[in-house]
Each structure stands twice: as structure tokens, then as C-alpha cells.
């Protein structure tokens, strides 16, 4: 990528960020976040993509995850880019809203509110990591500082 990147010219480089520019958001979401405490029993298909497996008709718990799912099964298998169906976030039952109220408090003043469920959902993802993985900046203790 990057020998791609150092022998581009800046034309094509301006050409490729005028088309990306003038490209309209999907009528569609890409992703629809669904709150659910179950969720279908899943498996990773190729290309570590989730699927519903068809074998298996049970649900299990959701717990702290969020499952990924595609909405068109078919065409995600075909790797269809142009598919446009985008993908269903399973969410437990009231992780947005928590999400949007941890967002809004520590990350109001500094005005990070594009998409407030989804920046939401990946501060909690950091919050869960283990510290060891984390960087000193992205810890708990400095992100509730940041909210005070």
C-alpha cells in the first residue's frame, strides 16, 4: 500500500477525492443497531465474517457482546460489494443508551458527537479491556478524568 500510496500523483490523488466527495449516503443505514438480550447461535465463516449457522434454531444469552450479523446472507457469502444491505449490530438491551450517556459525559465538552451509539459503544469496548492492552492515554482512570 504504501509503494501504491509514494508512486500516485497528486491529479489522481485529487481525481480519487473528488468521486469519493461527490458520492451521496446510502438511502440505508450500513449498520442498524438492534438491542436484544438473545441472539441466534452464530459461527465464523470465511473470512472471520459471523453468520447464522442454519443447523442450529436456538439462542443463546448476548452477554457484553455485539454480534455482527449481515442482512443479506447471500450476497455477503459472494462477497458482494455492491450488495448495499449492510449488517445488523446485535446489541444487549440497553447499551445504546448507556452508551450515549457515557459519550455525552465524557466527551461533551469537547463536542465528539458525530454518531453518539457507536463512539459510545467503543469507549465501553475500551473500558473492558484488560489494562495490560491498553495505552496510558485510553485507560478508565483518564477517561473519567476527562469527564469531570
Known amino acids: 500500500m504504501t509503494a501504491i ?3 500516485t500523483s497528486d491529479e489522481d490523488i485529487a481525481a480519487a477525492a473528488e468521486w469519493f466527495a461527490a458520492l451521496k449516503t446510502p438511502a440505508t443505514p450500513w449498520i442498524k443497531v438492534i438491542e ?3 441472539v441466534p447461535k452464530t459461527y465464523l465463516g470465511q473470512g472471520r465474517m459471523r453468520f447464522i449457522d442454519p443447523d442450529v434454531k436456538t439462542t443463546e444469552p448476548i452477554g457484553n457482546r455485539i ?3 449481515p442482512m443479506d446472507t447471500k450476497r455477503a457469502w459472494l462477497r ?3 450488495s448495499g444491505a449492510g449488517f ?3 446489541v444487549p438491551v440497553g447499551s445504546v443508551a448507556k452508551g450515549i450517556a457515557k459519550s455525552s459525559s465524557i466527551f461533551g465538552r469537547i463536542g ?3 454518531l453518539p451509539h457507536f463512539l459510545a459503544l467503543y469507549v465501553e469496548q475500551i473500558r473492558e479491556r ?3 492492552t491498553q495505552s496510558p492515554a485510553l ?3 483518564n477517561l473519567n478524568q476527562m469527564g469531570s
Do not use: C, E, G, K
Open 5 to 7: 500510496a509514494q508512486a
Open 36 to 38: 436484544q438480550n438473545t
Open 67 to 69: 454480534i455482527m450479523l
Open 80 to 82: 458482494d460489494p455492491r
Open 88 to 90: 445488523n449490530a446485535l
Open 112 to 114: 465528539v458527537l458525530h
Open 130 to 132: 484488560p489494562r495490560r
Open 139 to 141: 485507560s478508565p482512570d
